[in-house]
Every structure is written in C-alpha cells, then in structure tokens.
C-alpha cells in the first residue's frame, strides 16, 4: 500500500506533535516499507527541518499559505501525489478534489461537530465571516473523505448524526502518549527555584484557548501578592497578542507575569516542560491536546477548563476551572502554587491515566490498519 501523508497546513500547536509521533513510527520501519510513503510538508516549517534532519523519509515541501495551498499551489501539490502513484492520501487536514485513490482525514476540528457552540463569535466582522467560510470548506472536505480518524468518541457520532456520515468508515483511535524519553522525572525542582510558580501554556493563538484571559487572572494574583510566572508560545509580533497580552498586561501593571517564547520546535517542548512548575488549557472545545498528555508525561500538575470535554479525558487527573471566571483561574493557581502535596496527587494521577493511552506506536500501527481497511473497501459513493 503505497500513502501519500498530507503535513503541508501542520505548523503547530498539538497538531505538530502528533505528526512527529507518526513521523518517529514511520521512520523506525524497515526501508521497504518507509518506502511506500511520501510525506508532504510546508516548506521551511518545523517538519520540513525535521525531516531533513532525520534523512530517512522520502518527502518533498511546498510553499503554504491559505491561498497557495487552496488554490494557486494546488496543482503542483497534486502533481507531486500523481507522481508517486498512491493508493491512499491520508491528511492531517481536509481532503482535495480531484484525487482518484481514497482519502482518509485525520478529524480534529471539534467546532465542526459542535455548531451550537459559538466558536468564533466574539472575532471583529471579517475574521468572524473568514472563519466560518474556512470552516464551511473545512467542513466540505472533511465529510468527502472516504474514510474519518477521530480521537473523541463524541466527535465520532456526531459524524453519523449530524451529517450521515457512514460510521463503518470511521474509526476512533485513543490519544496516544507523548513520543519521548523522559526517563526518571522526579518532581526535585518543581518549587525549588527562586522566584515566580511557572505556568507554561504551550498553544497558538486562538480565542478559543482563552489565553486572553490571563492579564486579568494576573492582576488578581498580583493584588494578592502571589507571584507567578505565564510562559506561553506565543509571538509577540502577533496582533492580537500585541494587543490583549502585551499591551493588557502593561496597562494593569503586571507584564513581568509574562514571557513571550514564540512557536517552539518540537525538539524543544521537553526543556521547556521540565523548567515549567505546572501547565494550563482554558480551552472551550477540544477534541484531545497533546498539552494534557506533556503535562502527565513529564510530571507537571496540569489546570484544565471545567468542560465536558476535559473531565471527560482528564477525570481526577487535573485541577479544574471555570475558564470564563478569573478568579476561578486565580484561586486553582494559588491554590497549586501553595500546595505540593496537592501537585504530587495530580501528578500521580497523571502517570496513572497515562497507562489508558495508547503509545505512539500502538497509534501508528492503527492509523496504518484503518487506512489498509479503507483502502480495500474504496471510495465511498
């Protein structure tokens, strides 16, 4: 079975770290079998860098932007696909037209399967109308694909329900642990270091993440004299983090609460983690997030939303909050901030839930079954 794997739109956020596992997976199989794989990349994008490190998948990168991919790069891409002949496209996004093999989509985009929540409403105008004409295509593409992976069993029938899609051509596949080597990862420098309790939100920047929120939580840890530190990755260049984060946090006199670290390569995360004394995500709406698997992966206590979605997946494994309330948000941290017994629970609890995930292997061997599975079947009419 030769595969075509679609990375191209894969820059960031729990998205790039999933790709990495699968990257990792496919790059220890035997040469025969690497063989049958073309990996399609944004070009200069961590991935491309990453493979070219590695040296030992074949791919080829191209220029991505929404109206490169979408319309006038689209060519060259298919190009490259009819070039190597596949017999499957498996995308880490949506599918395209004109492909002949089936298509497999990857299905992660949870607003999609939950239009009652009001994903993009608090966006200016045009963002709002470009976000819902992104999801409407986004949408199109997803329910084309011969064959849906999802990794949230509510996303999975909801397929069915909402849009009759055909659940024999969905599969659902457990989140899989966090693709590293942590080793012995004792909690001894967690609260040992002078200074702030570290917060490390590993996201981009998306309303729906709620990191927004956070100048106005810092204000209330600073008024009562709790100092703590937001590491989050983001890019300070942004606009809207310019503007909600930097210039927020400036005007309530609390932008040493914060540090700015840009888009971190994957290579990277673990150090990061590890000099971090918890994580958090205030998310709405997810369909799983690599941040609560690093966080149990690396022993760091983990402040999640109060959502469905969240005790769902996390259970007793994490500090909950009331995302929309900032003194909810303050109390968790100081809370954690206070108590290490409470940190080494979550902790515990965290090593314990990590068991119920699949590995990164155990992930990658069922991605490739379903895709073999749907690939004999064919297209869907």
């Not at 899609?165 to 659902?172: L, N, V, W």
């Not at 981009?204 to 956070?214: E, T």
């Not at 990061?272 to 995500?281: E, N, T």
């Not at 799983?288 to 690093?294: D, K, P, Q, R, Y």
Request: proline share 5%; net charge positive; glycine share 6%.
């Amino acid at each position: 079975m030769r595969v075509v794997l679609n990375l191209i739109p894969v820059q960031s956020g729990g998205g790039l770290q999933q790709a990495v596992n699968l990257l990792t997976f496919l790059a220890d199989l035997d040469e025969s079998t690497r063989a049958c794989w073309l990996i399609l990349v944004s070009k200069n994008g961590p991935l491309h860098k990453w493979l070219e490190k590695k040296s030992i998948l074949k791919f080829e990168a191209f220029k991505y932007d929404y109206i490169n991919y979408f319309l006038i790069g689209r060519k060259s891409i298919l190009k490259s696909v009819n070039r190597f002949s596949p017999d499957i496209v498996f995308h880490f996004t949506a599918t395209w037209r004109g492909v002949e093999v089936p298509q497999v989509v990857r299905s992660v985009y949870s607003n999609l399967y939950f239009p009652e929540i009001e994903f993009w409403s608090r966006r200016p105008f045009l963002s709002f109308l470009k976000k819902k004409i992104i999801d409407w295509f986004r949408l199109r593409g997803t329910l084309r694909a011969d064959g849906l992976i999802f990794e949230n069993r509510a996303m999975q029938q909801r397929s069915h329900e909402l849009f009759s899609y055909p659940i024999d051509r969905t599969r659902y596949i457990k989140p899989s642990s966090a693709n590293y080597v942590p080793g012995d990862l004792r909690l001894v420098d967690r609260g040992k270091r002078a200074g702030a309790f570290t917060i490390l939100y590993l996201s981009s920047w998306y309303r729906n993440k709620n990191i927004h929120i956070l100048p106005d939580v810092a204000a209330i840890l600073h008024n009562r004299g709790i100092p703590v530190r937001f590491r989050l990755s983001l890019d300070r260049n942004h606009p809207e983090v310019a503007r909600d984060i930097i210039a927020k946090s400036g005007a309530l006199g609390v932008e040493d609460y914060f540090e700015l670290l840009g888009t971190i390569p994957p290579s990277e995360v673990p150090s990061y983690i590890m000099s971090s004394d918890s994580m958090i995500l205030l998310s709405k709406l997810e369909c799983f997030s690599s941040n609560i698997v690093e966080a149990w992966t690396f022993k760091r206590p983990l402040i999640v939303s109060n959502e469905d979605w969240a005790t769902s997946e996390c259970a007793d494994a994490a500090l909950y909050v009331n995302r929309s309330d900032c003194g909810s948000i303050a109390d968790g941290i100081a809370k954690l901030a206070a108590d290490p017994e409470l940190c080494d629970d979550l902790v515990t609890r965290g090593t314990l839930k990590l068991l119920e995930l699949n590995t990164p292997e155990e992930k990658g061997r069922q991605q490739m079954e379903f895709l073999e599975k749907i690939w004999r079947a064919g297209k869907k009419d």
